[in-house]
């Protein structure tokens, strides 16, 4: 069985306090071996970071999720990039899905954007992957990443928007359990054209649980389940599947 990689997981959510051990434990019944915990909440960042060193085979990403950017700052946390755990800045981004008021929405998104530079300058100075969260703000992102050409990065949970392809020569493309639902069409019409090359896979769990868990807590033993969507889509052999994810988990992450 492959070494799979969870490049997307957040094992520090609090859903985990009681059976981390049994979570990673089934998950490396099931291939997955290693495991990329994001930044998301900078209230969290001391909890990923016990984890890491508790477990030789998890690692942390240092980042702001674009909903927490408010009352905090990536200049707070800056020094945990010297960990040696620490292998991609992130998740950062924009997200527009949940926007105030119309008189509040421009100084809203120019917070973000801000914040989204910040990440992306760090990125650049550690020469370390970056993390995307998009969300509804395809245009302005893929403005945002393609004026930095030496950027490398993940889109994480890909929304499938074209616009995005355009940036197959340095980002690479987290694909989840989103793939497995019944409703989930646009991602599997857009499978086929991402470069094989730049396929991660991610759960980012404990949400977007697949098919046929959905609703219940999701966890990175059910990697399989993507793996199995991406391989029926793709015409692929699972192992092949395994196989290239992992070399890409790799190429962009380092060895870990």
């Known amino acids: 069985m492959s070494c799979l990689i969870d490049t997307h997981c957040h ?22 071996k290693k495991f990329i915990i994001p930044g998301a909440d900078p209230k969290d960042l ?20 674009p909903y927490e950017i408010h009352n905090n700052r990536l ?48 990125a650049l100075k550690l020469n370390l992957p970056l993390i995307v969260h998009i969300r509804e703000a ?23 928007d074209e616009i995005l392809l355009g940036l197959a020569d340095r980002f690479y493309y987290g694909i989840g ?5 019944k409703n989930a069409r646009k991602i599997v019409e857009i499978l086929p054209k991402i470069p094989k090359n730049r396929i991660l896979l991610e759960t980012d769990a404990p949400y977007l649980t697949p098919h046929p868990h959905r609703g219940q ?26 196989d290239l994810s992992t070399k890409n988990a790799y190429d962009l992450f380092g060895q870990l």
């Open 46 to 65: 001391d909890n990923a970071i016990k984890i890491t060193q508790v477990y030789p085979n998890v690692y942390f990403a240092l980042g702001i999720h």
């Open 177 to 181: 359990g989103v793939s497995t639902f």
């Open 217 to 242: 807590r999701n966890e990175p033993s059910y990697i399989s389940l993507i793996v199995t969507k991406l391989s029926e889509v793709l015409g692929m052999d699972t192992l092949d599947i395994e």
């Open 11 to 32: 094992l520090d959510n609090e859903c985990y306090q009681d059976d981390l051990q049994e979570v990673i434990l089934r998950a490396q019944q099931n291939g997955v």
């Open 138 to 160: 395809s245009n302005d992102a893929f403005e945002i990443l393609n004026s930095y050409k030496n950027l490398k990065g993940v889109l994480h949970c890909f929304n499938a």
């Open 75 to 122: 200049v707070d946390i800056e020094h945990f990039v010297t960990d040696k755990k620490c292998v991609a800045i992130g998740e950062c981004g924009l997200d527009y899905y949940r926007l105030p008021e119309l008189e509040e929405r421009n100084e809203y998104k120019k917070a973000q954007k801000e914040m989204f530079i910040a990440h992306i300058e760090l």
